[in-house]
């Protein structure tokens, strides 16, 4: 992961954020995003304004290779606990982009005072992931089942997974 950063994305973003975020949501595998997501709706999505923050990691030649956003999990009295999605572009798998992305996220949250992040729906069958998170300290605290309708695996659960900060 050599030469990558990892920024707030900008608007200006959005031109490298969404063929990644097309891609993800086309495969079907891991996102419950509807099929036909188009561009102006994926950026209502993907682009958290504050308290959430999105971010984008990018290589030495500008090149975004993937992207988190995170914020508080629930609104009110529940805004103690955040939470994150993330995607990588394939050119950015298996070269530690999640992972940067993953402790980036989970130190934001610490410096920002949250006490827990919560992912809410962690596809089961999405195991580098599950391994990711579970090497940062998450913990699988429940699992919906056959919550998911993946397009090769058919019905397989959503996992909820939990990361106490305030310990």
Known sequence: MSGTIIREATDA?????WPIVRDVVAAGDTYAYPADLDSES???LWLERPPGQTVVAVD???TVLGTAKMGPNRPGPGDHVGTASFMVAQAGRERGVGRALGEYVVQWHRENGYRAIQFNAVVESN???VRLWKSLGFEVIGTVPEAFRHPRDGYVGLHVMHLRLDA
Not at 13 to 17: C, P, V
């Open 60 to 62: 030495d030649d500008g």
């Open 13 to 17: 973003d959005w031109s490298q954020i």
């Open 127 to 129: 195991t580098a992931a």
């Open 42 to 44: 994926a950026g209502g």
